[in-house]
């Protein structure tokens, strides 16, 4: 059964760095990446890592300030947050898909920042 868990979520204040997880259990998948969503908006790309961590994307949004690693031996991503800004807050997923399958999702965890 495949199991996306994230974990890292807290609140900070603003400039501060957060660094969430998201372990994968069941299989390894093509694609991992993190989305969020703020209090009434939609779901939104954050960033996304091939299998292989050799490719990367980043919503202009936080680029420069998000970094998405990947470590293959532990099949868990991370998502390193520096310089966050009170527009960050949000819920943040994890999401993990395969070449010919549907994104399969986290239960998300919770990053907040205040000004």
């Known amino acids: 059964q495949v199991q996306l868990v994230e974990s890292g979520g807290g609140l900070v204040q603003a400039g501060d760095s957060l660094r969430v997880s998201c372990s994968a259990s069941?299989?390894?998948?093509?694609?991992y990446a993190w989305f969020r969503q703020a209090p009434g908006k939609e779901r939104e790309f954050v960033a996304a890592?091939?299998?292989?961590?050799?490719?990367?994307y980043y919503a202009d949004s936080v680029k420069g300030r998000f970094t998405i690693s990947r470590d293959g031996a532990k099949n868990t991503v991370y998502l390193q947050m520096n310089s966050l800004k009170p527009e960050d807050t949000a819920i943040y997923y994890c999401a993990a898909k395969g070449s010919t399958t549907g994104w399969n999702w986290g239960q998300g965890t919770q990053v907040t920042v205040s000004s």
């Open positions: 890592i091939s299998w292989t961590g050799s490719i990367t």
């Open positions: 069941g299989r390894t998948f093509r694609t």
